[in-house]
């Protein structure tokens, strides 16, 4: 994360109200293992008690301020981090779950188990989007399929299981580019469908949060 957000080298400082977040933009901050590693190529070995209490602090000591929203970006699957978090935002009002998936059966496998632990741990599902949905070239336009739709990607997914689709992602080699940068894809290509699909998907989970939330209350 910190290398995607341009915030290589950067720590975190200590308050009286606890860790401070780093900035990427005056209301844009991130808090990551990353900067409280000596190294980027330090290896994270813990097991589910240390992950637990790391993503306990990030939770409770972190001082956040005052926030529209919370992103929790968590690894693939169902595993620890998964139902640590649910378990220490049982008290929060939990907005949902944006899932990420790509077009062929073997991630699609995956994303079915995480909509389920979803519904059995009462987190709502926002909606899913398609990464990596086909590539588009930039002289013709055309768009090829990169990934195989063998069973019909995430769409069908989606409407078998009665979830919403709330956008494809096109893939697009200016992203990784402008990750690998530390810059805003969207600032750097704000022409590409990528970025014109990226935004779409962006208006539709603020549509969702602001009629399911009540103004008064934070966003996560």
Known sequence: MPKIMGLEGEQVHQSGSG?????????????SVGFLLSSPDDAVIWRG????GMIKQFLRDVDWGEIDYLIVDTPPGTSDEHISIVQFLSSARVDGAVIITTPQEVALQDVRKEISFCRKVKLP??????NMSGFVCPKCKKESQIFPLTTGGAEMMCRTLNVPLLGKMPLDPQIGKSCDRGH?????APHSPATLSCRNIIQRIQDYCTQNSPQEE???
């Not at 008690?49 to 637990?52: D, E």
């Not at 599902?125 to 398609?130: A, Q």
């Open 125 to 130: 599902v926002i909606g899913v989007v398609e």
């Open 19 to 31: 860790w401070s977040p780093v900035y990427v933009e005056e209301n844009l901050g991130v808090m």
């Open 49 to 52: 008690p240390k992950k637990n």
């Open 218 to 220: 934070d966003t996560i």
């Open 184 to 188: 805003s894809f969207l600032a750097e």
